[in-house]
């Protein structure tokens, strides 16, 4: 990614374990996000890899120099020739200032809340950000994340993640336990 000259930053269980600050399960890929306007940039800057848009449980491949479909929200990617994917770029809508959830665009942080460091200087998604993603289709990757991140987020945060829950998904199962 030293190639990539837009903001980037490591998302999924990879951001999970980035707060949490060691591995705390195997991972299949790397996801990273970026913005979805910056998507072609990041493609070109990865000459050496082939990139798919993934929609619907279908990959289609994205032609180089163009922006992903309306509605595509990840590209899936591996190294030119190769069968296994290796990265997922996952698109994050912003207005310049602030990130917003795809899924519903009243949602919303600055974009200094929305991405944290790491002590080695990476950047990613912050967890409560992260958790809202993966709170629609819990997958047992997911509840073990939440399992990882969700005591550990301050008061901020976890209140955050509880009010979007709770407006988003008035039944979920973490509301509880984020008090």
């Known amino acids: 990614m030293s190639a990539v000259d837009v903001p980037w930053w490591i998302a ?7 707060f949490v600050g060691a591995q705390t399960r195997a991972h299949k890929d790397l996801d990273v996000g970026i913005l979805r306007a910056d998507a072609p940039r990041t493609v ?3 000459p050496g890899w082939e990139f798919f848009e993934a929609k619907d449980g279908v990959l289609s491949t994205l032609t180089r120099g163009t922006p992903p479909r309306a509605g595509v929200n990840s590209l899936w990617g ?4 190769e069968p296994r994917w290796e990265l997922e770029l996952l698109l994050d809508d912003s207005d310049g ?3 917003s959830f795809r899924r519903d665009s ?3 942080r600055p974009f200094a809340a929305a991405l944290r460091c790491a002590r080695d200087g990476i950047r990613y998604l912050a967890p ?8 629609r289709d819990l997958r047992p990757e997911d509840q073990a994340d ?6 550990r987020l301050d008061r901020v945060a976890a209140e955050w993640l509880r009010n979007c829950l709770s407006r988003l998904y008035p039944q979920h ?7």
Do not use: T
């Open 44 to 46: 070109a800057a990865l």
């Open 12 to 18: 999924g269980g990879w951001a999970i374990d980035l």
């Open 128 to 135: 409560e950000i992260q958790l809202m993603y993966k709170a």
């Open 97 to 99: 200032s602030d990130w």
């Open 146 to 151: 939440f399992e990882q991140a969700g005591p």
């Open 173 to 179: 199962p973490w509301i509880p336990a984020l008090g």
């Open 106 to 108: 009243s949602i919303r």
């Open 78 to 81: 591996r190294r030119a020739g």
